[in-house]
Structures are given as structure tokens and as C-alpha cells.
């Protein structure tokens, strides 16, 4: 089983760009489905964004989607999280999370679908 450690992310302002990385342990990476989550004050863990084993295959949440771009790198075991054009609500401790799967283009957009999670990192973006 992988473990996942999250880095990247930090205080910025509304507007600015940040990336987000999870590299994960081990050797058997490509058989996992990879997704980001997060977890705002006072709210429930929400879907972010997925991605299938190769990465070609990916889907957002409607309040990210056109601003944050999922991908994978899976030579150096490391899924990434591009966030752009920031906004105070984005404010969150995001997550990974990973799934095992042999099924190659899928993508999982349900918590319940993981079994992997790293610590998360937090994101601040100020107004």
C-alpha cells in the first residue's frame, strides 16, 4: 500500500497561483487512481479533482473546473494539483487520496472510493 505526503501549499492572494503535490511511497503507483479533496472550516470533505492510472482521464468539480488542472507523473510517483486564479473560497486543507484499481481510465469521484489518504496541506488565499 502507498503512503502520501502533501506539499505545497501556503498562503497567496486571491488571483495567484499555487501547485499542489503529492508524491507517494512504493512501487506500485501506476495502480493507483489518484484523487484531491477538500476540507474548508466548518464544512464537509469535498471532491476536487480525479484521475485515471495513466492520466489520461480526468474530472472536476463544477467550482474548480477551468481553474485547476489534475496530473500525474508517475516515473517520480507524484500527483500534482495546478491551482489558478485562486479565490477566497478556495480556502481548504487539501488532500490526496488513492485508489487501486485495474480498471485504466477510470477516475473515482466518491471519498468512500479510496483507501489512501495523505495528511493534507493547507490553502489560504486571502481577498
Known amino acids: 500500500q502507498v503512503q502520501l505526503v502533501e506539499s505545497g501549499g501556503g498562503l497567496v492572494q486571491a488571483g495567484d497561483s499555487l501547485r499542489l503535490s503529492c508524491a507517494a511511497s512504493?512501487?506500485?503507483?501506476?495502480?493507483?487512481?489518484m484523487g484531491w479533496f477538500r476540507q474548508a472550516p466548518g464544512k464537509e470533505r469535498e471532491f476536487v479533482a480525479a484521475?485515471?492510472?495513466?492520466?489520461?482521464?480526468?474530472y472536476y468539480a463544477d467550482s474548480v473546473k477551468g481553474r485547476f488542472t489534475i496530473s500525474r507523473d508517475n516515473a517520480k510517483n507524484t500527483v500534482y494539483l495546478e491551482m489558478n486564479s485562486l479565490k477566497p473560497e478556495d480556502t481548504a486543507v487539501y488532500y490526496c487520496?488513492?485508489?487501486?484499481?485495474?480498471?485504466?481510465?477510470?477516475?473515482?469521484?466518491?471519498?468512500?472510493?479510496?483507501?489512501?489518504w495523505g495528511q493534507g496541506t493547507q490553502v489560504t488565499v486571502s481577498s
Open positions: 512504493g512501487r506500485t503507483f501506476i495502480r493507483y487512481a
Open positions: 487520496a488513492a485508489n487501486p484499481t485495474s480498471s485504466v481510465r477510470a477516475y473515482f469521484t466518491a471519498q468512500r472510493s479510496y483507501d489512501v
Open positions: 484521475i485515471s492510472l495513466r492520466g489520461d482521464s480526468t
